[in-house]
């Protein structure tokens, strides 16, 4: 036997996924909710109908919504409302999440006019456009990182294209004269100009793909990490005699992409490493602190610099020294700070010139998982 109509429509309202209710409009109290509107707001049907609609309203929010609804009430219609301004409800829990409502004007056969009211939960849509907003915000900030990189090439690059065409030009003229001697140191220069330019190219390769590609997290031994890292630098480290301290606890993890991680890490050792003191044995000591952060820390006993320059030197290309004097890209500690900007991490440097230098990283708990057994 078929179902009269008003069943018919009782159950399509009572399993609908969108969180229902009817209101009075005499007392703006609750008649009706389906089980959605239960999941939605953690009340059990038996607490929402009689009570008064405000229960599901930030306190902060009750006031201004009393009168909107007045207004609403003596001029009924269609509505759809949070579309041009943000809107929230509160869970039982208290817990507030941002909605949509639709408003329906009822009237039953005694002219009474009731309210059906649909409550849409866009948590999620909220949580992806702030993750839109977050993304393009990233993207602005790796789009100047990278113009300002640039920038700053394109004038380093002057000055080993300057010297291959002055060079060349010698070259040539060595040639004419069969001057054998010039001709070779010609040749020098111009080697060693296009490594540089070479180096320099690379660099903004690196630090271009760095700062664009998102890092794709794992769950990582961070003693195990250092570790490889050391090994990788094995034959540098025997030339040097420098002692690596690894004083990380075993059962330490750290969420990261791994193979910027490791690059991180790896620029970070690279740089401890250059700048020793001549005549000193380096010793760098890699440790981890944990509080209301993660810390790890690479500290050496090289030659550290100015305190004014703990910001400058994570700037792409940024040089404290000749590149005669210390040979490299200048991109490794830049490499390292845009690792930490898209891990949503910090990095800070603590020296004194002729002290050392120490280099930590704040990992929010959130991006890394509590220290266990291995």
Request: negative net charge; contains cysteine; hydrophobic residues 45%.
């Amino acid at each position: 036997m078929a179902k009269p109509a008003s069943e018919v429509l009782r159950m399509v309202v009572e399993t609908a996924f969108a969180a229902r209710m009817l209101v009075s409009a005499a007392d703006d109290r609750i008649v009706y909710v389906n089980r959605a509107a239960e999941d939605t707001f953690g009340y059990s049907s038996d607490e929402l109908i009689d009570a008064e609609v405000d229960i599901l309203l930030p306190s902060r929010m009750r006031a201004l919504h009393r009168e909107l609804r007045q207004a609403y009430y003596r001029s009924p219609s269609r509505v759809l409302i949070g579309l041009d301004r943000d809107i929230y409800a509160v869970r039982k829990s208290g817990a507030e999440f941002p909605v949509h409502i639709g408003l329906a004007p009822i009237q039953d056969d005694n002219g009474a006019l009731f309210v059906a009211v649909t409550v849409f939960d866009i948590s999620h849509h909220k949580e992806i456009e702030r993750q839109l907003v977050e993304r393009a915000h990233e993207l602005e900030l790796a789009n100047e990182r990278l113009a300002r990189f640039a920038y700053v090439a394109s004038h380093d690059l002057q000055e080993p294209l300057r010297k291959i065409a002055a060079f060349a030009q010698m070259m040539e003229r060595a040639l004419e004269r069969n001057d054998r001697t010039e001709a070779v140191h010609a040749t020098e220069v111009l080697r060693s100009s296009a490594l540089r330019a070479r180096e320099l190219v690379n660099g903004l390769l690196a630090y271009s793909r760095q700062v664009s590609t998102p890092p794709r997290l794992e769950r990582l031994l961070l003693r195990g990490e250092i570790e490889a890292v050391v090994s990788d630098f094995s034959e540098l480290i025997r030339q040097t005699g420098a002692q690596i301290v690894n004083e990380v606890a075993a059962g330490v993890t750290v969420d990261a992409d791994k193979a910027q991680f490791e690059r991180c890490l790896s620029s970070l050792l690279s740089n401890a490493i250059k700048y020793r003191k001549p005549q000193l044995t380096p010793r760098i000591v890699f440790s981890a602190k944990d509080g209301d952060e993660l810390h790890v820390s690479v500290a050496d006993n090289g030659i550290g610099f100015e305190p004014k320059h703990a910001e400058a030197i994570f700037e792409p290309l940024k040089r404290l020294h000749s590149f005669s004097q210390y040979p490299g890209a200048g991109v490794g500690l830049a490499l390292c700070k845009a690792t930490c900007e898209r891990h949503h991490w910090r990095i800070e440097a603590v020296s004194q010139l002729g002290a050392g230098a120490t280099f930590t990283l704040s990992i929010p708990h959130g991006e890394t998982a509590a220290p266990r057994a291995a």
